[in-house]
């Protein structure tokens, strides 16, 4: 009897290992297909949307979690959808009346105290009718959303299969939540955290994965969302960072996705983002531009985390200081989507929106803005700064560098 134990440690052992691997196989299957044409750019309420979420709720179902949902896996909710109006940005919104969006949750239930929330939206910008894309002429084109965010989803699933068999992690419960809503103002995520389906008392921490397809395997960086949410999640997460990433660190707990919801209820939250592209809202975010191998490290890093944590006491929560929220206070838009992941002197366009000024000025993403007018542009503080002083209309040279170039455009604002 003695001799026979080391051999079945041993088989176990291999077993929980097998049970930890990320499958690259599987992300690929859940992006192709929730990015697909099939479903429509899942706007939110629409046939595409429910369809995807047929689809998550029987992968969850296969992985046998737990429904938590208040229709079994679903929780529907509506709200009012208003418009901003292209011809008059500043003026009052259009009302498009109520839309009907449906969060998909599941636990993996261990029977503990303390559960851990991990989100994902699953909803994106449909055929371009419910504002937010960044196509010239957004109407009927499919926005297939690969990295905005089936990719987080892909993840979300593939956790769940490996947080659902792993037997290492215990200590915690596991709630998955998709979100639905979160590109017309992160409707699914408040609505959830205030009718939440489990007490909001016992939630630990919240995870959030929005875009987290497109890491540069070269810089390999990382953002993390909420970092300042609790004492020395900082020195945490560079533990469990086994694969040296380079993580970027941001201590807000208010951001534009739904982990600003949780921060809202005081709850820690911890958001993942590899990073802003060219293609970000529009037709052209498709799953063939996805970095697969640097979406596993991702779901790995969070992996480690999770099981960092599980042995550890409760998370603290404390408040962060927040950014200026700052739109309200521009009159004028650069239609730029700057890197927030450059640490070099200057802001680095990761993309440029058609029809803006930037566009029309011959701004192209990859440039680095130096200058604008008189005000040397070093980083993200002084283009606010700058753009705040500008009114409709007025004409700015912008200093870029392109390369090795230094070139001069004229942007109309
Ligand atoms: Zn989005």
């Not at 009897?1 to 052992?13: G, Q, Y």
């Amino acid at each position: 009897m003695k001799k026979l134990i080391p051999v079945l440690l041993v088989i176990f052992s291999v077993q929980v290992v097998k049970a930890q691997m990320v499958s690259v196989e599987n992300l690929q299957t859940y992006v192709f297909k929730l990015a697909s044409d099939d479903f429509a750019g899942r706007g939110t309420g629409e046939k595409g949307e429910n369809k995807a979420a047929r689809y998550i709720a029987r992968e969850l179902k296969k992985l046998k979690l737990r429904p938590k949902g208040t229709k079994k896996y679903y929780q529907d909710f509506s709200f009012d959808l208003k418009l901003m109006n292209p011809e008059n940005p500043h003026g009052p919104m259009i009302d498009k009346g109520k839309v009907n969006g449906k969060n998909i949750v599941a636990m993996v239930d261990n029977a503990a105290q303390y559960t851990v929330v991990i989100g994902a939206h699953y909803d994106h910008l449909g055929l371009g009718e419910l504002g937010g894309s960044r196509e010239a002429n957004p109407q009927g084109k499919i926005h297939h959303g690969a990295d905005d965010n089936a990719s987080g989803v892909a993840a979300m699933l593939e956790l769940a299969r490996i947080l659902q068999t792993n037997n290492q992690i215990e200590w915690h419960n596991y709630l998955f939540i998709f979100f639905s809503g979160e590109e017309e103002g992160l409707q699914g995520s408040k609505y959830w955290t205030d009718n939440p389906t489990i007490d909001l008392q016992n939630v630990d921490y919240m995870i959030n994965m929005d875009m987290v397809g497109r890491m540069d395997s070269i810089t390999r960086n990382l953002v993390i969302h909420g970092v300042g949410t609790s004492p020395n999640l900082g020195s945490l997460l560079n533990i469990a960072n086994k694969n040296n990433l380079s993580l970027v660190f941001d201590s807000s707990g208010v951001g534009p996705s739904d982990f600003t919801s949780f921060y809202r209820k005081e709850i820690p939250v911890i958001g993942f983002f590899t990073g802003q592209h060219a293609d970000y809202h529009k037709a052209s975010d498709t799953p063939d531009k996805i970095n697969y191998q640097g979406e596993k490290e991702v779901v790995q890093f969070v992996l480690n985390m999770v099981n960092q944590l599980d042995t550890m006491p409760k998370l603290t929560f404390q408040k962060t200081v927040e950014k200026q929220s700052g739109r309200s206070h521009f009159k004028v838009t650069m239609g730029i989507m700057p890197d927030y992941t450059f640490s070099g002197n200057g802001i680095r366009v990761d993309g440029v929106s058609d029809g803006k000024p930037a566009a029309n000025a011959g701004v192209k993403a990859g440039d680095i803005i130096i200058r604008m007018g008189e005000m040397d542009i070093a980083n993200m503080g002084d283009y606010m700064k700058c753009l705040e002083s500008l009114e409709k209309g007025d004409k700015r040279m912008v200093q870029i560098q392109r390369g090795e170039e230094t070139i001069e455009v004229e942007v109309t604002f």
